[in-house]
């Protein structure tokens, strides 16, 4: 039931500071593929192959032209991801025909950000400690096709993430074009995984055990639904429908934080458990805040339980051990949206408890005497079929 009365709305601050820039997204380390190890000769003389080693010829092009001009003139993530993705349709094209031809070929990859020597899956830059220098040194590769597969899935992934992390969000366009990358990375990172990909080694290669490439798929899935969650907001869906998405994107980070936290084996960067962390303390406090404007709304019965939840998403999500410690070692821009949601909630705060001692009288409940909040009883994104992944992109 609606309150006869109408609710106080949160005054606005003196110099109110305006909302902070979307949050940054996280993007993980890809492969840059190298040229064949070892004698191509035979190869060039099949029939089928060469068409396989010219698109590949493409992709060493663009992570050689990389290396050379560094990092501010790198190519475009839309012409990497496009010849990564002409490259997976003729090795799908190859495994379809079955021939064991591709034998003949030893591919070889690169860690991204580690020197143009060092090879995947070397002592160097191996996640495992049981590679040999002198296979190091002779440059570590593998003639399958279903290995390749796999790299070739989680390249393309990375430079989907890396897309998604550039797109300005402060529009509708940016953010749909941010939440469908992002379900493409997750989609070809599902791909790549042993489920995905049948029976491929890729035990000596970094980042690519079935472990690591479930933790970068939910990383990716939880970014891509804050998108959906941005997006809800900026399309001024009802609070009560935020708040559930805010629930589920702090659920999400929340699982998030835990799987990389598991990666004890891999070269994990130790700002990323913290930033799902502060991101995961983020939306509690935003999914209380958006729950309490919503009671607040249905008015007379409902104050008392608002009032709890903003003074929760205080006391115990931004200002608790955990997330407070989080957010302290986030990057900048966690920060400063932190900071403007502490605002907000306090700025609610006030106008809740002051409709309170003038108009309601309700009793505050205790914080631990609330329910849980809900998040979503079905998935709002989910991994893009790898067959759509490596189609030429409709955005």
């Given at each position: 039931?609606h309150?006869?009365?109408?609710?106080?709305?949160a005054?606005?601050?003196?110099?109110?500071?305006?909302?902070?820039?979307?949050?940054?997204?996280?993007?993980?380390?890809?492969?840059?593929?190298?040229?064949?190890?070892?004698?191509?000769?035979?190869?060039?003389r099949?029939a089928?192959?060469?068409?396989?080693?010219?698109?590949?010829?493409?992709?060493?092009?663009?992570?050689?032209?990389?290396?050379?001009?560094?990092?501010?003139?790198?190519?475009?993530?839309?012409?990497?991801?496009?010849?990564?993705?002409?490259?997976?349709?003729?090795?799908?094209?190859?495994?379809?025909?079955?021939?064991?031809?591709?034998?003949?070929?030893?591919?070889?990859?690169?860690?991204?950000?580690?020197?143009?020597?060092?090879?995947?899956?070397?002592?160097?830059?191996?996640?495992?400690?049981?590679?040999?220098?002198?296979?190091?040194?002779?440059?570590?590769?593998?003639?399958?096709?279903?290995?390749?597969?796999?790299?070739?899935l989680?390249?393309?992934?990375?430079e989907?993430?890396?897309?998604?992390?550039?797109?300005?969000?402060?529009?509708?366009?940016?953010?749909?074009?941010?939440?469908?990358?992002?379900?493409?990375?997750?989609?070809?990172?599902?791909?790549?995984?042993?489920?995905?990909?049948?029976?491929?080694?890729?035990?000596?290669?970094?980042?690519?055990?079935?472990?690591?490439l479930?933790?970068?798929?939910?990383?990716?899935?939880?970014?891509?639904?804050?998108?959906?969650?941005?997006?809800?907001?900026?399309?001024?869906?009802?609070?009560?429908?935020?708040?559930?998405?805010?629930r589920?994107?702090?659920?999400?980070?929340?699982?998030?934080?835990?799987a990389?936290?598991?990666?004890?084996?891999?070269?994990?960067?130790?700002?990323?458990?913290?930033?799902?962390?502060?991101?995961?303390?983020?939306f509690?406090?935003?999914?209380?805040?958006?729950?309490a404007?919503?009671?607040?709304?249905?008015?007379?019965?409902?104050?008392?339980?608002?009032?709890?939840?903003?003074r929760?998403?205080?006391?115990?999500?931004?200002?608790?051990?955990?997330?407070?410690a989080?957010i302290?070692?986030?990057?900048?821009?966690?920060?400063?949206?932190?900071?403007?949601?502490?605002?907000?909630?306090?700025?609610?705060?006030?106008?809740?408890?002051?409709d309170?001692?003038?108009?309601?009288?309700?009793?505050?409940?205790?914080?631990?005497?609330l329910?849980?909040?809900?998040?979503?009883?079905e998935?709002?994104?989910?991994?893009?079929?790898?067959?759509?992944?490596?189609?030429d992109?409709d955005?």
């Open positions: 039931m309150s006869l009365f109408r609710r106080g709305k005054p606005a601050a003196d110099g109110a500071v305006p909302a902070p820039m979307p949050m940054p997204m996280l993007t993980f380390p890809g492969k840059k593929a190298l040229p064949f190890a070892g004698d191509t000769s035979a190869a060039e099949d089928d192959l060469p068409s396989l080693m010219l698109a590949r010829a493409h992709v060493v092009a663009l992570a050689a032209s990389d290396s050379a001009a560094g990092k501010k003139q790198q190519a475009s993530t839309t012409v990497t991801a496009g010849e990564l993705r002409n490259y997976l349709r003729h090795i799908y094209a190859s495994e379809m025909k079955g021939a064991s031809r591709h034998q003949l070929l030893r591919f070889a990859w690169r860690d991204a950000g580690w020197p143009p020597g060092a090879v995947s899956g070397s002592k160097k830059t191996s996640c495992s400690s049981s590679s040999s220098s002198s296979s190091a040194a002779a440059g570590q590769g593998h003639t399958s096709l279903a290995t390749e597969h796999a790299v070739a989680f390249a393309l992934a990375a989907l993430a890396r897309a998604a992390a550039e797109e300005d969000r402060r529009g509708a366009d940016g953010i749909r074009r941010a939440c469908r990358a992002l379900a493409d990375a997750a989609g070809a990172l599902s791909a790549a995984t042993s489920k995905g990909r049948g029976a491929a080694e890729t035990s000596g290669l970094c980042h690519m055990t079935d472990e690591c479930a933790a970068f798929e939910r990383l990716m899935l939880a970014q891509a639904l804050e998108c959906y969650f941005e997006l809800a907001v900026a399309g001024g869906k009802p609070p009560a429908v935020c708040a559930k998405i805010a589920q994107v702090s659920l999400d980070y929340q699982q998030v934080s835990i990389l936290d598991s990666l004890h084996q891999q070269p994990i960067d130790k700002s990323w458990a913290p930033h799902a962390q502060a991101k995961s303390a983020y509690r406090a935003e999914a209380c805040l958006l729950r404007r919503a009671l607040r709304d249905e008015g007379a019965g409902c104050v008392g339980e608002a009032i709890a939840r903003l929760y998403a205080t006391s115990a999500v931004l200002d608790g051990s955990v997330g407070k989080a302290k070692k986030s990057a900048q821009p966690v920060r400063d949206a932190a900071a403007w949601l502490r605002r907000e909630v306090e700025a609610e705060l006030a106008a809740a408890e002051k309170n001692c003038q108009v309601f009288f309700e009793r505050v409940p205790a914080a631990d005497a329910p849980a909040l809900p998040g979503l009883s998935p709002l994104v989910r991994p893009t079929a790898v067959e759509k992944v490596v189609s992109p955005y």
